[in-house]
């Protein structure tokens, strides 16, 4: 299994997830031209995508699901919930999915679990290939339960750190802005991202990436140092999924 990111954060998301010649995207934040220049960077084409998993109905994250889908016959999956969240999808081939029940599509399960954030029916996913498993938590404004024990055994890590406290209290946004990102539906900051790692074993472990950074309310050198704390490693371990970048393809062996 490898996976890489197209790009994470409040402009656009999209992770691309891949094991024998499955391949699956998670959101898709970005119109057809920019995905497939995105895409080009991988060696991959549009026409290449297997599905689409959504996460939840919010723009940057499915921005661009209808037309990518529509125009390429893309299969969608997504919950009930953000199906009647969005208008979007009306003309799309649409599977929905449980919350809690896992599905395959082609070489991958795909394991969905609930988070919670201010969306209709808000999800994150562990995908697996029989061998590894890779976890995907973005968009959550607090660790539960659930969270943690889905998130136990897996192989690497895509993990929200979107927010700095102190940074988002200076910061310009209003009032309402932030307490909304603050809040219990909002986003992960740097320290609850470090304390769920702090509650996983960390020994199976062969990548860690902070995603869905603020542009305005984070620096990636502040994400790093909390996760990097959190699990005793070195600095230069940890990965940064940005904006404009993204990261290129990190494999599971």
């Given at each position: 299994?490898r996976f890489?990111?197209?790009?994470?954060?409040?402009r656009?998301?999209?992770?691309?997830?891949e094991?024998?010649?499955?391949?699956?995207l998670?959101?898709?934040?970005?119109?057809?031209?920019?995905?497939?220049?995105?895409?080009?960077?991988?060696?991959?084409?549009?026409g290449?995508i297997?599905?689409?998993?959504?996460?939840?109905?919010?723009?940057?994250?499915?921005?661009?699901?209808?037309?990518?889908?529509?125009?390429?016959?893309?299969a969608?999956?997504?919950?009930?919930?953000?199906?009647?969240?969005?208008?979007?999808?009306?003309?799309?081939?649409?599977?929905?999915?449980?919350?809690?029940?896992?599905?395959?599509?082609?070489?991958?399960?795909?394991?969905?679990?609930?988070?919670?954030h201010?969306?209709?029916?808000?999800?994150?996913?562990v995908?697996?290939?029989g061998?590894?498993?890779?976890g995907?938590?973005?968009?959550a404004?607090?660790?539960?339960?659930?969270?943690?024990?889905?998130?136990?055994?897996?192989?690497?890590?895509?993990?929200?750190?979107?927010?700095?406290?102190d940074?988002?209290?200076?910061?310009?946004?209003?009032?309402?802005?932030?307490?909304?990102?603050?809040?219990?539906?909002?986003?992960l900051?740097?320290?609850?991202?470090?304390?769920?790692?702090?509650?996983?074993?960390?020994?199976?472990?062969?990548?860690?990436?902070?995603?869905?950074?603020?542009?305005?309310?984070?620096?990636?050198?502040?994400?790093?140092?909390?996760?990097s704390?959190?699990?005793?490693?070195?600095?230069?371990?940890?990965?940064?999924?940005?904006?404009?970048?993204?990261?290129?393809?990190?494999?599971?062996?």
């Amino acid at each position: 299994m490898r996976f890489a990111s197209l790009g994470s954060g409040s402009r656009g998301n999209a992770l691309l997830v891949e094991a024998d010649g499955t391949r699956v995207l998670v959101d898709c934040g970005f119109g057809p031209r920019e995905l497939a220049r995105r895409l080009a960077r991988l060696g991959i084409e549009v026409g290449d995508i297997d599905a689409i998993l959504v996460t939840h109905e919010h723009s940057d994250h499915v921005g661009g699901v209808a037309r990518v889908a529509g125009r390429h016959g893309i299969a969608v999956h997504a919950t009930a919930g953000t199906c009647a969240a969005t208008g979007a999808f009306a003309d799309l081939r649409v599977e929905r999915f449980d919350s809690h029940a896992s599905f395959s599509i082609g070489a991958l399960e795909v394991n969905p679990y609930p988070v919670p954030h201010d969306a209709r029916e808000p999800v994150q996913f562990v995908i697996a290939d029989g061998r590894h498993r890779l976890g995907v938590l973005t968009d959550a404004g607090h660790v539960t339960p659930h969270m943690v024990s889905m998130l136990a055994a897996c192989d690497a890590i895509v993990l929200e750190c979107n927010h700095d406290p102190d940074m988002l209290a200076r910061g310009s946004y209003p009032w309402h802005l932030k307490q909304r990102i603050a809040g219990r539906f909002g986003h992960l900051d740097n320290g609850a991202a470090a304390d769920l790692l702090r509650r996983l074993d960390a020994r199976r472990l062969q990548h860690v990436v902070c995603a869905h950074l603020s542009e305005h309310n984070n620096l990636p050198a502040l994400a790093v140092a909390a996760v990097s704390t959190a699990l005793g490693c070195a600095a230069d371990w940890v990965g940064v999924a940005g904006q404009d970048e993204g990261f290129a393809w990190r494999s599971l062996a």
